[in-house]
């Protein structure tokens, strides 16, 4: 059974760091991409970060940009979203998802657009609540 299942979520202040983790099972991390995705209150769904396993290429949107950085580790078939710098806009639930169909992923054409066709298998989410 195919499952991403996210936590490292919580409540920190202005200025501090969280890493979430996407632990995957029912089938390998690394032959597919990762998106990381989040929901703040009262809006969309917004892909901010997009990792493709097969060509190593992390790409981020500008409001992550620089504070946010996406790693894998294939033993643990697990990966990570680095978040350093949160702000309370920062607040959001967190999703992971992946694109189980292909491992190579046009992370940068999604992150510009907006537009993650095939990420159809996601995580149930992990909330991160940033005061000021």
């Known amino acids: 059974q195919v499952q991403l299942v996210e936590s490292g979520g919580g409540l920190v202040q202005a200025g501090e760091s969280l890493r979430l983790s996407c632990a995957a099972s029912g089938f390998t991390l690394d032959n597919h991409p990762i998106g990381w995705f989040r929901q703040a209150p009262g809006k969309e769904r917004e892909g901010g970060s997009c990792?493709?396993?097969?060509?190593?290429?992390?790409f981020y949107s500008d409001d992550v940009k620089g504070r946010f950085t996406v790693s894998t580790d294939r033993a643990k078939n697990t990966a990570y979203l680095q978040m350093n710098n949160l702000q309370p806009e920062d607040t959001a639930v967190y999703y992971c998802a992946t694109d189980l169909k292909y491992s190579y992923y046009e992370c940068e054409g999604a992150i510009a657009t907006g537009i993650f066709g095939g990420m159809d298998n996601w995580g149930t989410g992990t909330l991160v609540t940033v005061s000021p």
């Open positions: 990792f493709s396993n097969s060509d190593g290429q992390a």
